[in-house]
């Protein structure tokens, strides 16, 4: 069994920056691919980012391609989200999931674990 934790969301201005954590407990994730999800209120939950296994291979929405990056230090079991040039429409709980597979990674159904979400809100 896996228990993933997401920390680092808060309240941040538009333009600025929040780096989320995803911290894995249980087992290792180092061979799992991990994504990151997001749901604003009232909206579906959508996809974010994700980062294969070895963090070689990295997907993006495209809202987010060129603001965000994801990485991952399997020595710590954790994976990020470096979240850059923010704005008031990236205001949402922010999710990490863990994959055995790490095939159609932006789909939500693939997953095998779910962290319990993390709050990022940016004001204009």
């Known amino acids: 069994q896996v228990q993933l934790v997401e920390s680092g969301g808060g309240l941040v201005q538009a333009g600025g920056s929040l780096r989320l954590s995803c911290a894995a407990s249980?087992?290792?994730?180092?061979?799992?691919?991990v994504g990151w999800f997001r749901q604003a209120p009232g909206k579906e939950r959508e996809f974010v980012a994700a980062i294969n296994w070895s963090g070689a291979s990295t997907y993006y929405a495209d809202s987010v391609k060129g603001r965000f990056t994801i990485s991952r230090y399997n020595a710590k079991n954790t994976v990020y989200l470096q979240m850059n040039s923010l704005k008031p429409e990236d205001t949402a709980v922010y999710y990490c999931?863990?994959?055995?597979?790490?095939?159609?990674?932006?789909?939500?159904?693939?997953?095998?674990?779910w962290g319990q979400g993390t709050q990022v809100t940016v004001s204009s």
């Open positions: 249980g087992r290792t994730v180092s061979s799992y691919a």
């Open positions: 999931a863990a994959d055995r597979g790490g095939s159609r990674l932006a789909t939500m159904t693939v997953y095998d674990y």
